[in-house]
């Protein structure tokens, strides 16, 4: 989703319950909409720097999944493009990492 000015997207994991990762992405929403509120800014926009691996974006084998993975939206090989399936390094990327990413652009 490089380049898609204020867009939210979210999906649970695979591996655990769907909801831990959702309220770790919806809590860094509020505080990321706090932080462009705080300076002032109501545009944000990630925006892909240099290059980066693009890697299916479930790393789930149901043959659902499978069979319609070249519909899904890709993720890089790197945060903050990354999809983990893993619920301490979002935890610390998500909860507690800091708002001012190189990749973000505010306006």
């Known amino acids: ?11 649970g994991y695979t591996n655990s319950s ?3 990762k959702v309220e770790l992405t919806a809590n860094y929403l509020c505080r990321l909409l706090n932080h462009m509120q705080k300076r002032g800014h109501d545009c944000v926009v990630p925006r892909l720097k240099g290059s980066i691996e693009e890697e299916p974006f479930l ?9 319609s993975r070249d ?12 999809n983990y399936q893993n619920y301490i ?3 610390m990327s998500l909860r507690l990492g800091k708002l001012r990413d190189k990749e ?4």
């Open 104 to 107: 973000l652009e505010f306006r």
């Open 59 to 67: 790393d789930f084998n149901a043959g659902y999944v499978l069979r």
């Open 18 to 20: 769907w909801t831990l």
């Open 1 to 11: 989703f490089s380049d898609m000015p204020n867009m939210a997207f979210t999906v």
């Open 89 to 91: 390094k979002d935890f």
């Open 71 to 82: 519909r899904f939206p890709k993720q890089g090989n790197r945060l903050p493009w990354k």
